[in-house]
């Protein structure tokens, strides 16, 4: 239904305000792209992952997805790095290197050296400063030839 009547100067729109509303958003877009950092840390990330795939071909384990590995542990090793040796993984450690089910079912394993070589490399790529504390969690341990190939 066309009006036929011309809008009241009360329902008209002021393009000033227009114009203010897009040099505020442009003014946005510019300094968001200037301040944007995110491309040098996933460059970073996709090579310490890179890095890392070499050391675990290099230990002759399986070579992972290096977007993955990025995204998973950053530039700094991510969860892998914050306490290797503390309380919380020792015990998260000795618990899943049991088998059977909780409680009476429960055993200690004997286990394959090459199932901690993987976080080995890991704090070796990422973290070196805090591999003696992770070398500190597996005094005792039994370790034999247990996975086969």
Same mark, same amino acid.
């Given at each position: ?58 230990? =002759? ?6 977007? &993955? ?15 290797? =040796? ?18 009476? =079912? ?29 070398? &500190? ?13």
């Amino acid at each position: 239904m066309p009006h036929d009547h011309e809008p009241s100067p009360h329902h008209k729109h002021p393009t000033w305000l227009y114009i203010v509303i897009g040099v505020g958003l442009l003014i946005l877009v510019i300094a968001g792209t200037a301040v944007y950092r995110g491309h040098h840390e996933n460059a970073r990330a996709k090579a310490k992952a890179q890095q890392l795939n070499d050391a675990f071909t290099a230990a =002759g384990l399986e070579p992972q997805d290096v977007d &993955s590995l990025a995204g998973t542990l950053g530039t700094d090793g991510g969860a892998v790095c914050d306490d290797p =040796g503390g309380t919380l993984s020792k015990s998260l450690l000795k618990q899943n290197l049991a088998a059977g089910a909780g409680g009476i =079912g429960q055993r200690p394993i004997t286990i394959d050296k090459d199932a901690l070589r993987g976080q080995y490399l890991i704090l070796k790529t990422y973290c070196p400063q805090k591999l003696g504390k992770f070398s &500190s969690l597996f005094e005792g341990l039994d370790y034999d030839d247990t996975i086969k190939q």
